[in-house]
């Protein structure tokens, strides 16, 4: 296991040094200035640091008692950030909350708050979990409080991320995956209607299933994604010698950082990120297999889950396999909510996988093993 935790934040390092190396070049390039986000981003990484500091030496088990309070407070500032005067206005979205110079985003919080809440609920719930009340009613309510606020931001990315890992929690948690199912399909028709009734989100999806059509438009920036892959081919253009990050790929150092990646680096560099996401994947499982708790087990894959089908999600809007969402790349995009959320969840793996080192793996009727091994 000290393996296994060593080569988790190995790579998780990895990932941080990368996002401040490219960083650096798309600074220069829209700021005239190569430190500009770098000396930002170091600043919310030295945060990032001692929050997942704090975390691994956290006994993870004591948050059994404060996913509630965490919980509520997520969803308290999800419906703050609503209100003028208290939320911001930027880019059609009310997403962010400034406290001075501080902008901090809920829905970043959220992620966290739903990883927590869901584990206390469903090992609490163990023994009962086939009970329609236990398993489908409260945990799809509890759902409700986190998804609603986010997607009325709007924020259709981060709903569809934390609606996925709560699912997937649930599922492994023991909950049957017909209903599971059936109320997937049905939350996935809404999503529908909400789209077809908003004309900016339609023409997302009409951009995304004729890009060229929208070339001058909605389909902007996944063009000029697919140039940037493309004009890296195999070997990249070389570190700083990116074209795309010249006000031709919006966003460039945020949701959009991984193209610049494979038009600087070229598609081998590319692979081997996606490799190092896929690793972690299995790290994260396999600490996860190895949890001394349901609750750690939970806690564990919910964290995996969170940050390894946010890594997916973004290499599938910049790969045009998904209309675009705005989900950054876990470790590697700028942001300084993100990467201290991000921070606390790495701190909580670390301190399950330590837990685990202490004393024998316990649990109750738990399926969770069984469904995880075969997935």
Known sequence: MRRTISLFIAIVLI??????????????????????????????LAFAFIAAAVAARFDYRAYQKLAIPIAAFSVLLLILVRIPGIGSYINGSWRWIRIGPITIQPSEISKVAVILLFSWWLAR?????????????????LLGCFAL???????????????????????????????????????????????????????????????????????????NSLRAFAGGDVGGVGFGNSM???????????????????????????????????VLFVLGLRIALNARDDFGRLLAFGITLMITIQALINFAVVTGCVPTKGLALPFISYGGSSL????????????????????????????????????
Do not use: C
Not at 125 to 141: A, H, S, T, W, Y
Not at 167 to 172: A, E, G, R, T
Not at 353 to 363: E, G, L, T
């Open 15 to 44: 990932l941080v040094t990368l996002g401040v190396l490219v960083l650096a070049s798309a600074s220069s390039a829209k700021y005239d200035d190569a430190s500009y986000f770098v000396k930002r981003q170091l600043i919310w």
């Open 244 to 278: 795309q990050k010249y006000n031709y790929l919006p966003e460039a150092h945020t949701d959009f950082i991984f193209p610049i990646i494979g038009e600087e680096l070229g598609l081998v560099a590319s692979l081997l990120v996606i490799v190092m996401y896929v």
């Open 149 to 223: 606020p986010i997607i009325v931001e709007p924020d259709f990315g981060t709903t569809m991320l934390v609606s996925t890992v709560a699912v997937s929690m649930m599922f492994l948690g023991g909950v049957s995956i017909a209903p599971l199912l059936i109320i997937g399909a049905i939350g996935l028709l809404g999503v529908g209607v909400l789209i077809f009734q908003n004309p900016e989100r339609m023409s997302r999806i009409l951009a995304f299933l004729d890009p060229q059509k929208y070339e001058k438009d909605k389909a902007w920036q996944l063009i």
């Open 125 to 141: 719930n163990q023994r009962r979990i086939d009970e329609l009340k236990r398993g489908i009613v409260v945990p799809f309510v």
């Open 340 to 375: 201290v959320i991000s921070g606390v969840m790495i701190g909580i793996l670390v301190n399950v996988a330590h837990s685990s080192m202490k004393s024998p793996s316990k649990s109750s009727r738990n399926p969770f093993k069984d469904r995880a091994r075969k997935v």
